[in-house]
């Protein structure tokens, strides 16, 4: 699951469009991606 965080809560990403990239869905997109450091991963 890719979520991003709101100020209300959280969305769930189901498709990711990089810039300049194709549209994928978000499991295809987070195995590609490597850590930056600003991401985190876990269950909460």
Same mark, same amino acid.
């Given at each position: 699951r890719l979520?991003?965080?709101c100020a209300d809560?959280?969305?769930e990403l189901v498709?990711?469009?990089p810039a300049g990239g194709r549209a994928?869905?978000?499991a295809a997109y987070i195995r %590609? *991606?490597?850590?930056?450091g600003a991401q985190q991963? %876990? *269950?909460r």
């Open positions: 979520l991003l965080g809560g959280a969305l498709e990711v469009k994928m869905d978000a %590609g *991606r490597q850590p930056d991963s %876990g *269950r």
